[in-house]
């Protein structure tokens, strides 16, 4: 069974940072692409990153470029979130998840469709 669970999220303050997790079961994550989503309360689910299924290819959202990285440990079937400089607007509920298509590069939500159940980062003073 696929199955995808997101740990690391936690009340932070603003300039601080955090690590999210995303671990994997039930497929090979060598094959896909996965993706980082978050949604804010009243707010659409938006793309944060990517990271293909090698690990070559990165992309960003431009509220979070230089601030965050994403990386893979395809060994512990395990996708990492680094957030550093945390600002309140980072507040949301992350998600990670599968594409569609195995080795998309896009970021938009409706290409996805495998998630997790989401780990609430609230960033707030």
């Known amino acids: 069974q696929l199955q995808l669970v997101e740990s690391g999220g936690d009340l932070v303050q603003p300039g601080t940072s955090l690590r999210l997790s995303c671990v994997v079961s039930?497929?090979?994550?060598?094959?896909?692409?996965i993706g980082w989503f978050r949604q804010a309360p009243g707010k659409e689910r938006e793309g944060v990153s990517l990271?293909?299924?090698?690990?070559?290819?990165?992309k960003y959202a431009d509220s979070v470029k230089g601030r965050f990285t994403i990386s893979r440990d395809n060994a512990k079937n395990t996708v990492y979130l680094q957030m550093d400089s945390l600002k309140p607007e980072d507040t949301a509920v992350y998600y990670c998840?599968?594409?569609?298509?195995?080795?998309?590069?896009?970021?938009?939500?409706?290409?996805?469709?495998?998630w997790g159940q989401g780990t609430q980062v609230t960033v707030s003073s």
């Open positions: 998840a599968i594409p569609l298509i195995a080795n998309s590069l896009g970021l938009r939500p409706e290409e996805y469709d495998y």
């Open positions: 039930g497929f090979t994550l060598d094959d896909y692409t």
């Open positions: 990271i293909s299924s090698d690990g070559t290819i990165t």
